[in-house]
């Protein structure tokens, strides 16, 4: 979360891929299918450890992917709270999007 508010204009790319050639287009689909198949895996290694309780990994990934990529529509450097304050909070709401249940162990 924290990349998403220090680089909030980068990170709005989603919304503006139209204006990107074909080529660098595919690239940056290319890296952010690999980052979804990142948290998958780690949500899907939460699950089997006994730590996060979804009721579908891939679903809720799309959740998690979604509320990241929003901060760069609404954050602003010199806003009221700082890019630590900010990902404080989203990890916060992430933890409970996936059901996260600390391990008594």
């Known amino acids: ?11 709005g790319l ?7 050639s ?8 290319a890296t952010r299918k690999r980052f979804e198949m990142m948290a998958v895996d780690l949500v899907s290694d939460g ?4 730590v ?3 009721d579908d990994v891939d679903e809720s990934v799309r959740a998690l992917l979604g509320m990241g990529q ?3 529509r609404w954050y602003q450097i ?17 933890l409970r999007i996936v059901g996260y249940r600390p391990n008594d162990s």
């Open 1 to 11: 979360m924290l990349n998403m508010t220090h680089r909030a204009r980068q990170s």
């Open 70 to 72: 929003s901060i760069a």
């Open 47 to 50: 699950v089997q450890c006994g």
């Open 78 to 94: 010199d806003g009221p709270l700082t890019p630590d304050q900010v990902a404080a909070r989203y990890v916060r709401i992430a």
């Open 14 to 20: 989603d919304s503006e891929l139209r204006h990107v």
């Open 22 to 29: 074909p080529a660098n287009r595919r690239v940056y689909a």
């Open 52 to 54: 996060f309780e979804v």
